[in-house]
């Protein structure tokens, strides 16, 4: 399949058209941005990581029963998927307090939760991403009712598969950000990516970041934990 004209441009990933219009081909970059794109770096081999991890979780979740937007991997930057309309909403999915959750209620990093939070944040820069409740939610038309229920009951199975799948690789899932897609079908599938940019990822014995909060916090050594990560995923072989 061969890319066509360029469709979007997004902050770490481009989309072309294909000569199926129900497919598109998304191409990962090495550019990261943080805080609604107003911090601007490169990660270098992030695109190939992000790529390849995205799509083996994407495969795996597959396999448990979630339907994804997944199609083939092109390269090792590029992947077909199938074309959706995203569900404006970020979808955040955490076990243990950290980020945005212990500064807004003024909690310490690195409580683990009895059982996990669910929430829904507005997909708007501008707005910088506003927390947003399934009332909001609706009264925005931003999802229906059908729609809310189905993707809060597949980001909690996300969560749980992943969960497990993390732990045995050494990995304890903080939290992560999930996007829904509708197809051209009309099937509400999971698109976007799951990789570091869009996953807190801590060791599960020392407790040290292996995620793009090493990027956002100007930690050191963002590369390798990227590497680490795809070690951890892949094996020798990545
Ligand atoms: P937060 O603690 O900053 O709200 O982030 C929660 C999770 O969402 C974390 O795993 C990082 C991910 N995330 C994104 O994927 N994109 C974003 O724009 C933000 C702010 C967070
Ligand atoms: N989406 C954020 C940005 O704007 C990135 C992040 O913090 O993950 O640039």
Same mark, same amino acid.
């Given at each position: 399949?061969?890319?066509?004209?360029?469709?979007?441009?997004?902050?770490?990933?481009?989309?072309?058209?294909?000569?199926?219009?129900?497919?598109?081909?998304?191409?990962?970059?090495?550019?990261?941005?943080?805080?609604?794109?107003?911090?601007?770096?490169?990660?270098?081999?992030?695109?190939?990581?992000?790529?390849?991890?995205?799509?083996?979780?994407?495969?795996?979740?597959?396999?448990?029963?979630?339907?994804?937007?997944?199609?083939?991997?092109?390269?090792?930057?590029?992947?077909?998927?199938?074309?959706?309309?995203?569900?404006?909403?970020?979808?955040?999915?955490?076990?243990?307090?950290?980020?945005?959750?212990?500064?807004?209620?003024?909690?310490?990093?690195?409580?683990?939760?009895?059982?996990?939070?669910?929430?829904?944040?507005?997909?708007?820069?501008?707005?910088?991403?506003?927390?947003?409740?399934?009332?909001?939610?609706?009264?925005?038309?931003?999802? +229906?009712? *059908?729609?809310?229920? !189905?993707? /809060?009951?597949?980001?909690?199975?996300? $969560?749980? @598969?992943?969960?497990?799948?993390?732990?045995?690789?050494?990995?304890?899932?903080?939290?992560?950000?999930?996007?829904?897609?509708?197809?051209?079908?009309?099937?509400?599938?999971?698109?976007?990516?799951?990789?570091?940019?869009?996953?807190?990822?801590?060791?599960?014995? +020392?407790? *040290?970041?292996?995620? !793009?909060? /090493?990027?956002?916090?100007?930690?050191? $050594?963002? @590369?390798?934990?990227?590497?680490?990560?795809?070690?951890?995923?892949?094996?020798?072989?990545?």
């Amino acid at each position: 399949m061969e890319k066509g004209n360029q469709l979007y441009e997004g902050k770490a990933k481009k989309v072309y058209e294909t000569d199926d219009p129900t497919l598109v081909i998304v191409s990962y970059k090495d550019d990261a941005t943080a805080f609604d794109g107003t911090k601007k770096g490169t990660i270098c081999g992030k695109g190939i990581v992000n790529n390849r991890m995205s799509n083996h979780l994407m495969q795996f979740l597959e396999k448990k029963g979630i339907p994804t937007h997944f199609v083939e991997e092109l390269s090792d930057t590029d992947t077909l998927v199938k074309r959706v309309d995203i569900v404006p909403l970020e979808v955040i999915v955490r076990n243990v307090s950290a980020g945005s959750f212990a500064k807004r209620y003024g909690v310490e990093e690195g409580i683990e939760f009895a059982t996990p939070t669910f929430e829904f944040s507005y997909k708007n820069d501008d707005l910088h991403d506003p927390l947003l409740n399934t009332s909001h939610a609706l009264a925005l038309g931003l999802a +229906t009712p *059908e729609e809310v229920e !189905k993707i /809060r009951a597949m980001a909690l199975k996300v $969560n749980d @598969e992943l969960k497990a799948y993390f732990a045995g690789l050494g990995v304890r899932l903080v939290d992560f950000k999930l996007e829904f897609g509708r197809t051209t079908e009309g099937e509400l599938v999971l698109a976007d990516e799951i990789s570091p940019d869009t996953c807190r990822f801590w060791d599960i014995e +020392t407790n *040290e970041k292996l995620d !793009k909060d /090493r990027f956002r916090r100007d930690l050191g $050594n963002v @590369e390798d934990a990227y590497e680490e990560m795809m070690r951890r995923v892949f094996g020798k072989e990545a």
